[in-house]
């Protein structure tokens, strides 16, 4: 399942897939869910839930996991129109 965030400008409507790159951030680091979330400072099942992109995480906890990982939200999460 990916969460869908719908855009509306005008008459024109996206829809845009949220898409993430954590899992393999995390595990090229070697580091398992309960580490990052223990790092971040939120649960593993948060971890869990934006790694199978069922949940979008707030800005400033994108920006916690960009911080952590020393790279960029772009790097890790990305949008998909469709």
């Known amino acids: 399942m990916h969460v869908k965030l719908t855009v509306h400008m005008g008459n024109l409507t996206l ?14 680091r070697g580091l398992t869910q309960q580490e990052l979330a223990d790092a971040i400072g939120v649960t593993r099942a948060t971890i869990i839930a934006i790694e199978k992109e069922n949940y979008n995480p707030s800005l400033e906890l994108a920006f916690r996991i960009a911080r952590h990982f020393k790279t960029d939200i772009h790097s890790i999460f990305y949008v998909r129109e469709d």
Request: charged residues 35%; proline residues 0%; positive net charge.
């Open 15 to 28: 829809q845009l897939k949220i898409r993430t790159r954590l899992a393999l951030f995390r595990s090229d």
